[in-house]
């Protein structure tokens, strides 16, 4: 290739790049690199529901940035280090107003969030306030973002969560559909977390169909997604036993895997009721 032609290549790769990402918000950091692992742990975490990869893109993300504040809250929030995370929020806390408009008002949600992961370990009756704090700061701050902001994907997929926790699974599985395109839909996470949702809300069927389709999907992947997928609509039917041997399975691939572990312990408490 030619210089003209390389050249002409560049532009329109960047040209490209640009329409791509028009509607992603602009984070503070000039590393590209740091950008990428940025969106690669969300990546792992969200669709693959592998929390130990998730951590790792962090911590490359940080190699390349150390002052990229957005990346550091959400090593914050996934690092199981106590220590570590502490001493992230006191720094976060202290330079948040380095950054402004809709980066500063998601650096302020995720802030609250890795508080809260650290009144978990050290006070949990004040985590149960710091949550509902949480949640009703993070509808506020997250709604004008993922209508500003439709390609992103991660927010949009959170705040669903907050919709779900604030409203019930009718509201958010409402705005879930009316938000997300029809290709977003096929994202894992959403796939999955609409699938949790048609089952909490009783619709069985619609769970294991999405369920399926998510499965599909990642047929080719090690990844626990689909087994806590398949664990939770099980749980919410009441068939603990299948549950408990989906979550198994799940943990088996990301022993890590902080939702797993959540349902798990959910899971064994109501089979430890059925006990004769």
């Known amino acids: 290739m030619n210089a003209i032609n390389t050249i002409a290549f560049l532009l329109f790769s960047m040209v490209n790049f640009t329409v791509a990402f028009s509607q992603q918000l602009k984070l503070t950091t000039s590393s590209d690199s740091a950008l990428y692992y940025y969106y690669e742990g969300w990546r792992q975490v969200m669709d693959e529901g592998n929390y130990t990869e998730s951590e790792v893109a962090y911590r490359k993300m940080m190699s390349f940035d150390k002052d990229f504040l957005v990346g550091l809250s959400l090593l914050g929030r996934i690092t199981r280090d106590l220590k570590e995370r502490q001493d992230i929020e006191q720094a976060l806390v202290k330079r948040k107003k380095e950054v402004d408009g809709d980066e500063q008002r998601l650096l302020s949600n995720y802030i609250e969030l890795v508080k809260l992961t650290n009144l978990r370990e050290i006070d949990p009756d004040e985590a149960v306030i710091q949550m509902e704090k949480v949640f009703q700061s993070a509808e506020e701050n997250l709604r004008p973002l993922v209508h500003r902001y439709r390609d992103e994907i991660y927010y949009m997929a959170e705040y669903?969560?907050?919709?779900?926790?604030?409203?019930?699974?009718?509201?958010?599985?409402?705005?879930?559909?009316?938000?997300?395109?029809?290709?977003?839909?096929?994202?894992?996470?959403?796939?999955?977390?609409?699938?949790?949702?048609?089952?909490?809300?009783?619709?069985?069927?619609?769970?294991?169909?999405?369920?399926?389709?998510?499965?599909?999907?990642?047929?080719?992947?090690?990844?626990?997604?689909?087994?806590?997928?398949?664990?939770?609509?099980?749980?919410?039917?009441?068939?603990?036993?299948?549950?408990?041997?989906?979550?198994?399975?799940?943990?088996?691939?990301?022993?890590?895997?902080?939702?797993?572990q959540r349902l798990e312990r959910k899971i064994v408490d109501q089979l430890n009721k059925v006990k004769p």
């Open 160 to 260: 669903i969560e907050v919709l779900h926790h604030n409203h019930g699974p009718q509201l958010a599985l409402d705005s879930l559909y009316h938000l997300a395109n029809t290709q977003q839909r096929q994202e894992p996470f959403i796939l999955g977390y609409a699938a949790s949702m048609e089952a909490e809300a009783g619709n069985f069927t619609k769970a294991l169909e999405q369920a399926a389709a998510l499965s599909n999907k990642m047929v080719n992947t090690q990844s626990p997604k689909p087994y806590v997928v398949y664990s939770d609509i099980y749980f919410k039917m009441g068939n603990y036993e299948r549950a408990q041997e989906y979550i198994q399975s799940a943990l088996g691939l990301d022993a890590g895997n902080i939702d797993a």
